[in-house]
């Protein structure tokens, strides 16, 4: 049996279950700050936390969604290992993504991931789809909620 057809076995048993949950990271301001810089979205409600705390009713700067969004990968550095004879993990991109609730400056976020559905690409790869929930510790609504595709692609 080839590695492709090992790890598509094991992970349609999957199906439906949640596979991973993240550790927790801390979005503070000077992440904010630094993602701000990197992406040229220097908006003042994530980089000055007095006008933020005082214009607008997030009580203080948030997170970019975008930023937010960046952690899955992190998240999903947690949660998955390699299977066997695999080589290479790619994002294949998203088919569903909404941002739920702003992710305020000191939150700390993790990823939670249940495995919806799998199959064959091709002869080497293997299309994977995960519902991610991103949490926010201590709130019951969860910033942001995706369905992402994972290419895993196998030696031949």
């Known amino acids: 049996?080839?590695?492709?057809?090992?790890?598509?076995?094991?992970?349609?048993?999957?199906?439906?279950?949640?596979?991973?949950?993240?550790?927790?990271?801390?979005?503070?301001?000077?992440?904010?700050?630094?993602f701000a810089k990197t992406t040229f979205d220097e908006q003042w409600i994530h980089i000055d936390p007095e006008r933020a705390a005082a214009e607008t009713p997030f009580g203080g700067a948030i997170a970019h969604g975008f930023l937010t969004l960046s952690l899955a990968s992190r998240f999903a550095y947690d949660?998955?290992?390699?299977?066997?004879?695999?080589?290479m993990g790619v994002n294949?991109?998203?088919?569903?993504?909404?941002?739920?609730?702003?992710?305020l400056a000191g939150s700390r976020?993790?990823?939670?991931?249940?495995?919806?559905?799998?199959?064959?690409?091709?002869?080497?790869?293997?299309?994977?789809?995960?519902?991610?929930?991103?949490?926010?510790e201590g709130e019951e609504t969860p910033a942001l909620i995706a369905e992402w595709l994972g290419l895993a692609v196998f030696k031949d």
């Open 1 to 34: 049996m080839s590695s492709l057809s090992e790890a598509l076995k094991i992970s349609e048993a999957q199906i439906g279950t949640e596979v991973g949950v993240s550790n927790w990271i801390l979005v503070d301001q000077k992440m904010i700050d630094d």
């Open 79 to 87: 949660c998955f290992s390699m299977m066997p004879g695999q080589v």
């Open 92 to 103: 294949y991109g998203m088919n569903k993504l909404r941002f739920l609730k702003p992710v």
């Open 109 to 136: 976020l993790r990823g939670r991931f249940t495995l919806q559905d799998v199959k064959a690409r091709d002869a080497t790869s293997m299309l994977r789809t995960n519902a991610l929930t991103i949490e926010i």
